[in-house]
């Protein structure tokens, strides 16, 4: 007796959400509950204006990513460039994408 057959393994749950930053840098990213199971695997990109911007995921659950962004300015020392200690960027357009594990 042989089987055959093909199987598809079932699709991984995506979510994409937009947010903007608040006055302390952090965009906060909400999770329609049972959306995700654990916390998801989130890529995240900045929309912003010129100028230099990093971001990080400072909390990741099942339920909420909060984002933080910083900006910095960039200073030239004996004409080498470096960037100053950042600062929270409020109004910053985060975009995420969030996958379940």
Known sequence: MTTAGNYDAPQRRVERATAVTD???VATFNWGAGTFLAPPVVSVALQAGAGFRS???SANTAA???VTVLASAGVTILGIGVLAVGTPAAG????AHAVAP
């Open 92 to 95: 910053v357009t985060v975009h």
């Open 23 to 25: 006055s302390n840098g």
């Open 64 to 66: 909420q990513t909060q």
């Open 55 to 57: 971001s990080r995921i």
